[in-house]
C-alpha cells in the first residue's frame, strides 16, 4: 500500500531528498540555461552522503512502520480469534477441495467415455498409414494415351 503523503508534491523535495534539492548547492540549468530539475540523479556522487542516507531511511521508515502494524494486528487477530480463523481456513479449503474432486471424477469419466468410443482408434491410424505407404511405393498406373485424348475430350465437352 502506498501512502500519497510520501509523494514529492507533498514533502517539497524529491522522494529521496527530503527538500529542495537547490537547497544543498545543485543548481543544474535546463538548456535554456535555466535553474531546473532535469537530468540523472547525481545525489550519490555528492559530498553530503549524510543527507543522502538520511533520505534514503526517511523514505523506509513509514513502508516499515505500516508492515510493524500489520504483524501485530496478524498476532492480534491470532489471540483474539485464532480458533474461528483457523476453522474458517479449514471449511474454505474443504468446499475447495470437494470442487477438485468433482472436477477430477467429471475428467475421468469424459477421459473413459472417449476410450470407449474411440477403442480401435490406434488401429485405424495404423491401417491408413500403412495404406499411404502402399500407394506411396507402388508407382503410378501408366495410362494408354488414347484414353488420356479420350478423357480429356470428354471433359471439354
Known sequence: MEDHSDREGNRGGSRHGGGDDRSRGDHRR????????GGPDTR???LEM???????AEAVSRPAFRE???????????????REIAALAQLAVDELMK???????????VQQHNEEQHP??????????ARRSDRESRPAPTEKPERRRAARARGRR
Open 44 to 46: 550519490f556522487l555528492q
Open 120 to 129: 480401435h482408434g490406434e488401429r485405424l491410424r495404423e491401417l491408413f498409414a
Open 30 to 37: 535546463d538548456e535554456g540555461g535555466q535553474r531546473g530539475r
Open 68 to 82: 510493524l502494524l500489520l504483524e501485530a494486528a496478524k498476532d492480534r487477530l491470532r489471540e483474539r480469534f485464532g
Open 50 to 56: 549524510s543527507q543522502v542516507l538520511y533520505s534514503e
Open 99 to 109: 470442487g477438485v474432486d468433482a472436477s477430477f471424477e467429471v475428467e475421468a469419466r
